[in-house]
């Protein structure tokens, strides 16, 4: 995460700067620039949707500056406008141009502006596949929509409150990711009836891939996995199961396993008894009619699950499975940054999360280019390094049969030590 919040402070420190009180063509202009050329650099130094989310949310914070009391940038939509042409300089024509006719018609500015920013989520599914570009267009209209409010039908939110509001949110997100974070890798309490890592005797680990199968990356990906003679371990999502199922089929074939990923990547928290049974069930019976095989693993979606999944997990005969090394090739880091931190690590034992499909909130729509470019490396590098690969199956019997011979050793130790 250091890549993206390194982006989001320096953004928000030219956010900070060349900030004008009154509206004029020079200062539109530069605002303009000023966000455009903000996203290009960011851009340059990691190109990754999640690293386009911070920069923008940095510049935008720092233009209206949160710190400073009373104080906000009067021309936030050139900047605004200026980060959507770097996204996409057709939408950031259409909307122009939108607004030009709209003052053409005898609109007040702000009223003008307010109407463009309606425009901005209704277009921006059009153009843009990934979840980042499209929480950046929902970030910028919601600022819009908030600061150029028409006077007629509401009295204008103070600025002060936005910016308060806002930061309470940023430091809210930043407290709930480290918990979450804390929460997948180490978790709380005595957990047996899952697995983080399996037994660090032998110098084994497991590769998983998750949100699959994907049409493009997970055939590039099983390619790869054939060709070194790895087995891995598929998590695989009910909805692409069932749009395609000769992959999905084809993993099986290769020897690989398959695990249970929910049928719609749905988080289970916030979803009812029924609503997280129907995502465990519905996912099972999606995998099990197209490859014949009955899963017996389950990961949930962003590692979260709850009392009620667990123990219908339990009684269901899963084990829930979660990992120790993430090689966070959802945020698209490039494959270096990828082989770095898969490489640097991994352990005896570990369990390595890759994704073949997916993207920062849906199940389809992510580039996994990286992933594929990287996995070959990463595989390499281990068999230098003397570990061997299994899939999640194997792990867990090889867990089974070291606590096996460690009770067996008990009872021996014990016995003699009787006599």
């Not at 993206?4 to 004029?24: A, D, H, I, N, Q």
């Not at 990961?299 to 709850?306: A, E, H, I, L, S």
């Not at 068999?383 to 096996?404: A, N, P, W």
Request: neutral net charge.
């Amino acid at each position: 995460m250091s890549y993206f919040v390194v982006t989001g402070l320096f953004s928000y420190l030219v956010g900070g700067f060349f900030v004008f009180k009154k509206r004029e063509t020079f200062t539109q202009i530069v605002e303009f620039l000023k966000g455009y050329l903000t996203m290009f650099f960011a851009g340059l130094y990691l190109h990754s949707g999640l690293t386009y989310l911070f920069s923008s949310m940095g510049v935008l914070a720092g233009h209206t500056r949160p710190f400073f009391k009373g104080f906000r940038g009067d021309t936030t939509e050139a900047l605004a406008l200026g980060i959507i042409f770097y996204l996409s300089w057709k939408m950031g024509l259409i909307l122009f141009f939108f607004f030009l006719v709209l003052k053409q018609f005898g609109e007040d500015y702000d009223d003008a502006v307010f109407i463009t920013s309606l425009l901005i989520p209704i277009i921006c599914f059009r153009f843009f596949r990934t979840d980042s570009f499209n929480i950046i267009c929902i970030i910028i209209f919601v600022q819009l929509a908030i600061q150029f409010w028409p006077d007629y039908l509401e009295k204008r939110i103070k600025s002060a409150f936005i910016n308060k509001t806002v930061l309470g949110l940023a430091v809210f997100f930043i407290i709930a990711l480290f918990f979450f974070n804390k929460y997948v890798y180490k978790g709380f309490g005595m957990q047996k009836d899952l697995i983080r890592h399996g037994p660090g005797q032998f110098k084994y680990v497991a590769i998983t891939f998750d949100d699959g199968p994907d049409p493009l990356y997970t055939p590039e990906i099983l390619d790869i996995l054939l060709e070194k003679r790895v087995p891995a371990t598929f998590f695989l999502i009910g909805k692409n199961v069932e749009s395609y199922p000769d992959i999905a089929r084809r993993i099986v074939k290769e020897g690989h396993s398959v695990g249970n990923h929910t049928y719609s990547h749905k988080s289970l928290i916030p979803l009812s008894a029924k609503g997280q049974e129907d995502e465990i069930k519905k996912c099972e019976k999606a995998i099990e009619e197209v490859t014949g095989v009955r899963p017996l693993l389950f990961r949930p979606p962003r590692g979260v699950y709850t009392s009620f999944a667990r123990k219908l997990l339990k009684d269901e005969r899963y084990t829930i499975v979660l990992w120790d090394v993430s090689a966070m090739d959802w945020a698209e880091l490039p494959p270096d940054k990828i082989v770095e931190r898969v490489v640097s690590n991994v352990k005896p034992g570990s369990i390595i999360l890759f994704h073949d499909s997916g993207d920062l909130v849906t199940f389809k729509g992510g580039n996994r280019t990286s992933t594929v470019q990287a996995l070959p490396r990463v595989i390499d590098e281990l068999k230098k390094q003397g570990y061997e690969f299994v899939t999640i199956d194997q792990m867990i019997f090889l867990s089974e049969l070291m606590e096996t011979e460690e009770r067996l050793d008990e009872n021996k130790n014990g016995g003699f030590e009787g006599r």
